[in-house]
């Protein structure tokens, strides 16, 4: 989870996550290990990964290398010798990512914030091998209300939702995704959180069965 666009800080970089935060950051934890059941020796981008980078920490013992990218990332976890830290806006902040060098990547609670996602969604696919896959999370119209209302009514990190731009269902995002490359035997596209968020798992084309 994180705020990619012209913001100083980081999603968690400025402030401690509320319960609400890191329920939903288990959640999509979970999904996240749903879709890939064993990251042993894989090669794993997380983008807009947050400035502690939450969900790829927990990955670092398993994976072969970590590509962590946000605005801002926590020095400790950026000079660990698995990862590669890139600090920067999407989508610039993709141009040096190799074609075809990453396993799986994630993204979580970010599309939702830029104002041209396919650019975006152009540049996973790129940097995703043959075979590989891309585990993305999006909030959903119904979620809209809720979170507008943690926000703004409860008073939970209330800039976050004014930074939002569009809202995801699965027929929002599904055409974007084959828009980009993905084609559509290999998106799986549904709900979950309860309704509030929308999941993509999308295997790009190639590498076999």
């Known amino acids: 989870m994180a705020l990619i666009g012209r913001r100083r800080h980081a999603y968690g970089e400025d402030h401690a996550l509320t319960a609400i935060d890191r329920f939903g950051v288990w959640l999509s934890s979970r999904q996240i290990r749903r879709s890939v059941r064993d990251f ?33 990332l926590e ?16 989508p610039d ?43 993305l999370n999006v909030p959903s119209w119904r979620g809209k209300t809720f979170l507008e209302f943690t926000a703004f009514r409860l008073g939970s990190s209330p800039e976050e939702m004014d930074d939002h731009k569009m809202y995801y269902d699965p027929r929002d995002l599904w055409p974007l995704l084959v828009q980009v490359g993905f084609r559509p035997r290999d998106i799986r596209c549904f709900r979950h959180k309860f309704g509030l968020n929308t999941f993509a798992r999308c295997r790009k084309a190639g590498g076999g069965a």
């Open 40 to 72: 042993r020796g894989m090669r794993v981008a997380d983008i807009g990964c947050g400035y502690r980078a939450t969900i790829a920490r927990a990955l670092l013992d398993r994976v072969d290398h970590l590509l962590l990218v946000d605005i801002a």
């Open 75 to 90: 020095p400790e976890l950026s000079a660990h010798p698995k990862v590669t830290a890139i600090e920067g806006w999407l």
């Open 93 to 135: 902040a993709l141009t040096s990512v190799p074609d075809a060098s990453q396993d799986v990547v994630i993204c979580n609670s970010v599309i939702e914030h830029l104002w041209e996602p396919l650019v975006t969604l152009r540049g996973f696919e790129r940097i995703l091998v043959p075979g590989g896959h891309l585990l």
